[in-house]
């Protein structure tokens, strides 16, 4: 059991995590989530995340909540601290989970020279909430259910683990992505280095983050997430669709 006075360090707001941004505050309201029962409001947040956030890549990882939420997609990092502003907002404690990832998991999302040059440990996070006196590993809200199904439907074969396009799972036909007072995991078989959990990505990212030099940085900010977004887009768009869905 977490004692009270740590509670409060994990419903901090925090530059990152600026969850009183009006737009975030709106959502909120819109969606009633801070009436709703414990439970409910992280299955809500959390599905809301995973599925009306597209994956894809973001600038960069110290994007604000409401950076996040305004660009409408995201990847672990991101979409992560907007997960965890929304659970925060809403009196739900929760700190981050710090990794780094083979780059091999991103292999289709990330093509010709952008792979190549690619560092090979990818910054990653998961968020960790708390509720009825447990801690839960949420991962399984990076990738939006549209592109997982495209992903599984392009893959229809593969009936066991799977590694590559931003996913990493012990079985890609039946991952671990419905959070029902469990663990989740979509990239969890990539992680090859463990950083530890803290209290918010403002504190991971001051000791942790993406290595790049500047010249690769300049070149995945204005070129190389564009290609991968556009990969991205094209898996997500080539799979089925619910009847009457449109593609983003």
């Known amino acids: 059991m977490v004692k009270t006075h740590r509670i409060y360090q994990y419903l901090k707001k925090t530059p990152m995590l600026d969850y009183s941004a009006a737009t975030v505050q709106a959502l909120i309201k ?3 989530w801070a009436n709703l029962p414990p439970f409910e409001r992280i299955l809500q947040i959390y599905n809301f995340v995973r599925d009306e956030i597209l994956f894809g890549y973001n600038a960069s990882d110290r994007l604000t909540a409401s950076q996040v939420l305004a660009d409408g997609y995201g990847q672990c990092n991101t979409k992560g601290t907007l997960f965890m502003a929304l659970l925060r907002a809403v009196g739900i404690p929760c700190r981050v989970h710090g990794f780094t990832i083979d780059k091999v998991l991103q292999k289709g999302a990330m093509t010709s020279f952008v792979y190549q040059n690619a560092p090979v440990d990818i910054f990653h996070s998961w968020v960790e909430v708390y509720y009825e006196n447990t801690w ?3 991962e399984g809200f990076i990738i939006d259910r549209q592109y997982l199904t ?3 439907a ?3 074969s593969c009936d066991g683990p799977f590694c590559g396009y931003g996913v990493a799972v012990k079985s890609l036909q ?3 992505v419905d959070w029902r ?3 989740t995991y979509i990239q969890s078989e990539g992680i ?4 530890g959990v803290f209290d918010c990505p403002d504190e991971l990212l001051k000791v942790h983050g993406q290595t790049m030099g500047p010249a690769k940085e300049f070149l995945y900010r204005h070129f190389g997430r564009h290609l991968m977004n ?3 887009k094209k898996l997500r768009g080539a799979g089925p669709r619910p009847a009457g869905q449109a593609i983003k």
């Open 30 to 32: 819109n969606r009633h």
């Open 136 to 138: 839960y590993e949420l």
């Open 150 to 152: 495209s992903l599984q």
């Open 154 to 156: 392009k893959n229809s």
């Open 174 to 176: 039946h991952p671990q």
């Open 181 to 183: 007072c469990n663990n």
């Open 192 to 195: 090859n280095h463990d950083f």
């Open 230 to 232: 556009h990969n991205v």
